[in-house]
Each structure stands twice: as structure tokens, then as C-alpha cells.
């Protein structure tokens, strides 16, 4: 037994707003400085998401895979470009690496959750978008974490990884130990929230799902094969991002390009 | 016995891809079993010409020959085997002693059946007791700590080694044994030894041969006694009147100015 599901329009955009406007008034009688952000996070938020929904609500209808196609590799080149700024690397062809990187692993986990769970067999568009957008996040979250710390922790240690090729070790075995860190700490969070979920939070989807009028228990369903979808995605991203990214630190000589790290910030 | 020395350097020059020449057209020979120690001030490219001799760095222009041949044309970890390194501040990489004095051959991927026989020939090399063996790497002394990356570095038999002013963090009695060590390597083993310090007492009781240089470039090089009694021109002099002048790099900041592959001293 579906419930109907309370419609929002414009004039309830409004009323919205003026939560928004309550804050930013506190923020402003507390001096907290805080005004311009919330303004600016305000009408970026209403922009974005209203053009996303209208967008969508496009793609929606018109079920046809290239469409489909399009903006899932939009949306791949967006997240690609995100990660590679958020780096603060200055590595030719970084973001074409990351989206490379996930785009594999959102595929994988896409095709597997559509085909084999969900057993889609059209151009789904309403399955297809939103699963594909999650998954992508979350590979585009845990592949710039685990860039992040493999950079800080290179920058950092990068007299052991000397010490190491001095050695003889090759850039590998030099980063053995970075890369793992970096592939550990980027999927923590992941993890963490498969430990926490429902206890301590309620997923979004799952909210988002239950207001929508699905019945909880579905919900929570959905909300596993998306858990489980972002774990995968968490963890191959990382993987493939740091494997990908180590070995162009060193030159083919096992020589660590100490300028590549030091570009970083 | 192979006639040909341990390094000839050609118009040595490395530069930083901004064209900042770190080293300009280093001309010198060091035999085999000879001993070189490199001087000169702060900044003047004592770490980046060290660095250059187990190709832990690339020569931009100039000719550089190892044990012999090409220092490209060695196969990298062959050639880092042959002339082995000990950096400023020990770099200890293993939990135990042990396994520090193992990971060389772990890196090659098998252990010589005669591994115990060479352990107990580098500690007695380094001037070890056989009792650290199974002791934490991290909780041993500064000066243990140095004398177990000499160990390490030794355990293959190179032929050359490269100590990058191993001194420096050691206290004067500490580093004394070191050197006395040292010294007898070089006598009873004919192992070349290439030096940068900043303690003219240890680089006369070493002996052997120096080279000094200003802002990157050779101004001087001969035998140790000679060059410190009749300096060649009024710069040398100048920096060798100044009490132990050579002043260390800083550890901190070792890498000096941004650039692929680092610039040292």
C-alpha cells in the first residue's frame, strides 16, 4: 500500500527558502561570517538541483539508450575532473586517468546490480541514472582519498622510499606499504558505514526512498544493493586510482620524481 | 684486477627542468678502492652529485661511467647492489635488525643459503654486536641506527659505497668509530668510499682525495693533505679558513627548490 506522495512546487521552494534565510540571519547577528556561503551554497543548490531534475525528467522519458549513455559519461567526466582537482596534482592527463578509473569500476558494478540483480533488460533510465550517479560518487570520493594520502604519505616518507630504491627495490616494492595505506584509509569510510548503517544513520536513499512512499522494508532492500554497489565501487576505485597513479612518481630508472609530489599543493 | 675506476664523471651537469643548474661540468675520476671525500658549503651540490653515482638522480649533460661502463647502460638494481648508499639520517625499514639486514635480498625476491654468514660478516663490518639482531630497528641509538644502514648497505659486497654526510646526526665519538670503520673497509677490502661531510677532521683522518665545490661547480680536487696545506685559489681558501666550514645540509629540507627528481645540497 503505496501512500500518496505529498507533491513539492514552487511556492514550497519558498517556504524552503526562508529555513535558509533564518540562518543566514542568525549567522549574520553572530558575526559568524558566514552569510556569503550560505547564500551562494543557497541559490547553487536551487540551480543545480532544479536543472539536474529537468534534465533527468528528460532523460526519463525518452528511454533511449544513448541518451542514457550520455549522461552517465557526463556525469563520469564530472566526477573524473573533480578528483583530479581535488589532487591538487598537476599530473598531465590525471583526470583522463580517474575517469578511466571510474568509469571501470562504476561499469562493472552497474552492469552486475542492473543485469543480474535488478534484471533490467531496457534502457531503464530511472534504475540506470541514480544507481550510476551513486556508485560514481562514491568510486570518485575513495579514488581521491586514497590519491590524497598516497601523495601526502610519498611527500612524507619519500627518504624511505629513497632509502628503498637505494636498496635496489624497484617503485614498487617502494610504495608496497604507501599504497596499501592509501587503499585502507580511502575505503574506512565505506566500511565504517556498512558497520553504522541504520543505527546510527538512516541512508539517504532510504530516507528519500520512504518518503517517496515505498514501504520500509523495500527500502532497506534497495538500500543494500546501493551499500554493498558504493562498497565495491569504494574499494576498486581506490585500488585501481593508487596502482595507477604510484608508478608515475618514478622515472623508468627507479628514480622517485621528487618535482611531481612537490607540484602537489 | 679491472683497471677501470670506480666513477669517471665527464662535464657532469644537472640542471632542474627550469634550466637552475645544480651541478655545471664536473670533471673527476675516483678509482677503485680509492676514497673521495666531497666539501664545499650549504647548497653547493654535494647530495646532488652523490645522488648522481648510484642514479638515484640523471645526469642533464656529460658523461658518467660506474664500475666500468655507461651508468645507464646497468640494469638499475644491479648497479644499486654494486654501489650501495648511506643516507644522512638512517632510514631503518624493517621491524628487527634482521629483517633490516634480510630486506635487501627479500628485494631481489630469494635469500642466499649463506644469509646467516653475511649477517654476521656486515654486523662485524658496521661494528655490531650479534645481540641487536632480533632488537627493534625504531628503539636502537642514532648511532646504531647508522651503523645498521651501513650493515644493510654492505650485507651484498657493493663495490663502491655512497655516504651522504653520514656523520652528520652522530655525535663526535659515535662518528669517529664510524669513520675508523670505514676506513678499514676501504684498506682490507679496497671498498671505495664517496663522502660529502662538513667535518674537515674527519676528511683528513679519512684521507684520500677531495673535491670542492662552489655554486656547482669543481674548484678544486687532489689529495686531502695537499689541498687543505696549499689551497688553489683564494674562494677554496676562503671556505676551507672557515671552521668546519662545509656547513650540513638541512635536514629538513633536503630536497631544495622544486624540480623533477629533487635537488640536493
Known amino acids: ?265 | 684486477m679491472n683497471a677501470a675506476p670506480a666513477f669517471a664523471l665527464h662535464g657532469v651537469t644537472r640542471r632542474l627542468p627550469d634550466g637552475k643548474a645544480l651541478l655545471e661540468d664536473i670533471s673527476l675520476t675516483v678509482p677503485r678502492g680509492g676514497i673521495l671525500t666531497i666539501a664545499g658549503p650549504s647548497g653547493a651540490g654535494k647530495s646532488t652529485l652523490i645522488r648522481l653515482l648510484n642514479r638515484l638522480d640523471e645526469t642533464s649533460a656529460g658523461t658518467l661511467e660506474a664500475l666500468g661502463q655507461p651508468i645507464a647502460a646497468w640494469p638499475v638494481r644491479t648497479l644499486r647492489r654494486r654501489v650501495a648508499m648511506v643516507f644522512q639520517e638512517p632510514t631503518l625499514l624493517g621491524l628487527t635488525v634482521r629483517e633490516n639486514l634480510r630486506l635487501p635480498f627479500r628485494l631481489e625476491g630469494a635469500l642466499p643459503p649463506e644469509l646467516d654468514a653475511r649477517i654476521v660478516a656486515a654486523l662485524s663490518a658496521a661494528e655490531l654486536p650479534e645481540a641487536l639482531l632480533e632488537r627493534d630497528a625504531e628503539a636502537l641509538s642514532l648511532g646504531q641506527k647508522q651503523r645498521v644502514a651501513l650493515a644493510r648497505a654492505l650485507i651484498g659486497a657493493p663495490e663502491a659505497l655512497l655516504l651522504d654526510e653520514p656523520t652528520a646526526s652522530l655525535d663526535p665519538g659515535t662518528a669517529d668509530r664510524l669513520l675508523t670503520g670505514l676506513a678499514r673497509l676501504n684498506r682490507e677490502r679496497g671498498l671505495t668510499l664517496v663522502m660529502t661531510s662538513h667535518r674537515f677532521g674527519e676528511v683528513r683522518r679519512l684521507g684520500g682525495r677531495m673535491a670542492v665545490l662552489l655554486s656547482g661547480r669543481l674548484a678544486a680536487e687532489g689529495p686531502v693533505a695537499e689541498l687543505l696545506a696549499h689551497p688553489p685559489t683564494p674562494e677554496v681558501a676562503a671556505f676551507l679558513r672557515e671552521p668546519d666550514a662545509t656547513g650540513p645540509e638541512p635536514a629538513a629540507a633536503p630536497q631544495g627548490p622544486a624540480g623533477a627528481g629533487g635537488s640536493h645540497g
Request: charged share 10%.
Open chain 1, 1 to 265: 500500500m503505496v501512500e500518496h506522495v505529498i507533491p513539492l512546487g514552487w511556492q514550497e521552494v519558498l517556504l524552503l527558502l526562508g529555513l535558509m534565510a533564518v540562518a543566514m540571519a542568525v549567522s549574520a547577528a553572530m558575526r559568524l561570517g558566514l552569510v556569503r556561503e550560505l547564500a551562494l551554497g543557497t541559490v547553487r543548490s536551487v540551480v543545480q538541483l532544479s536543472v539536474v531534475g529537468f534534465a533527468i525528467g528528460w532523460v526519463f522519458q525518452q528511454r533511449t539508450w544513448y541518451w542514457v549513455l550520455l549522461l552517465l559519461g557526463l556525469m563520469a567526466l564530472v566526477a573524473g575532473y573533480t578528483a583530479a582537482r581535488r589532487t591538487h596534482l598537476r599530473l598531465p592527463g590525471l583526470t583522463w586517468l580517474l575517469t578511466a578509473v571510474l568509469v571501470t569500476v562504476a561499469a562493472v558494478a552497474l552492469l552486475y546490480l542492473t543485469q543480474a540483480v535488478l534484471g533490467l533488460h531496457v534502457w531503464n533510465p530511472r534504475y540506470l541514472i541514480p544507481l550510476g550517479g551513486m556508485l560514481l560518487g562514491n568510486a570518485m570520493n575513495s579514488s581521491t582519498l586514497a590519491v590524497e594520502r598516497l601523495v601526502a604519505d610519498l611527500r612524507r616518507g619519500a627518504a624511505d622510499v629513497e632509502a628503498m630504491l637505494a636498496l635496489g627495490a624497484s617503485p614498487g616494492q617502494a610504495t608496497q606499504r604507501f599504497r596499501r595505506d592509501a587503499i585502507t584509509a580511502a575505503v574506512a569510510p565505506s566500511l565504517n558505514g556498512m558497520l553504522t548503517v541504520g543505527i546510527v544513520t538512516l541512508p539517504g536513499m532510504m530516507t528519500g526512498q520512504m518518503l517517496g512512499g515505498t514501504p520500509p522494508l523495500q527500502a532497506a532492500l534497495y538500500q543494500l544493493m546501493i551499500l554493498f554497489g558504493i562498497t565495491f565501487c569504494a574499494l576498486l576505485g581506490a585500488i585501481l586510482a593508487v596502482q595507477a597513479l604510484a608508478p608515475r612518481f618514478f622515472t623508468g630508472a627507479w628514480q622517485l620524481q621528487r618535482g611531481l609530489l612537490r607540484a602537489a599543493r
